[in-house]
């Protein structure tokens, strides 16, 4: 991890800003390469990455290992994988604004100091807060935005669980969106 990004992993480890902080086991911060071109961002942390501290350790977790293998013949330490919220929402429930907000600032600056060609936002929270829509992912998926300063691709796509729970049809679109993303690292 570079100086800057442990810096601020540091700083958001004690991190108080929302109610999210009581209830945490660790501060999820994020993993993988401090250069990486492709940046994933997800919702939050579940029980397993609350429990280890790194992001997408549990059955989504792994989802999104097979596809980054199958699909970009890439392991998680080629990208850089983070969360919209960085603290466990008690029993996996949705990150409400204010905790959203709170956690803003730490993923904006993960932006900027990974720095990467592409982001691949993986469900709802991560792709209306990139994107600043209210439209959700099942329309926004399919195609890929320019966004932020400095600009660069953003592909939404569904979040692991969904394909765990969607099956096949899920999986396919996921793997095609991938492909998409890899396609404008490429380019980039």
């Known amino acids: 991890m570079s100086t800057a990004l442990q810096a601020l992993a540091t700083e958001a480890s ?3 800003g929302c109610r999210l902080a009581a209830g945490r086991t660790t501060v999820v911060f994020g993993s993988g390469s401090p250069t990486a071109d492709l940046m994933f961002v997800g919702e939050g942390p579940g029980a397993r990455e609350d429990e280890q501290g790194v992001p997408f350790v549990g059955r989504s977790g792994q989802l999104l290992d097979r596809l980054l293998a199958e699909e970009l013949d890439m392991d998680r330490s080629d990208c850089y994988i983070a969360n919209v919220v960085k603290c466990r929402p008690p029993g996996n429930r949705d990150p409400r604004p204010d905790e959203i907000a709170a956690c803003r600032p730490y993923l904006e600056r993960q932006l900027d100091l990974v720095d990467p060609t ?25 195609q890929a935005y320019r966004f932020s300063d400095p600009e660069r691709d953003l592909v939404p796509t569904f979040h692991p669980a969904a394909a765990l729970r969607g099956g096949a049809d899920v999986l396919d679109l996921m793997r095609a969106d991938l492909m998409r993303a890899w396609m404008l690292v490429e380019a980039g």
């Open 14 to 16: 004690t991190c108080t």
């Open 118 to 142: 592409v982001v691949v936002t993986l469900g709802n929270f991560s792709s209306k807060l990139l994107l600043g829509t209210d439209v959700g992912i099942t329309k926004l998926r399919g």
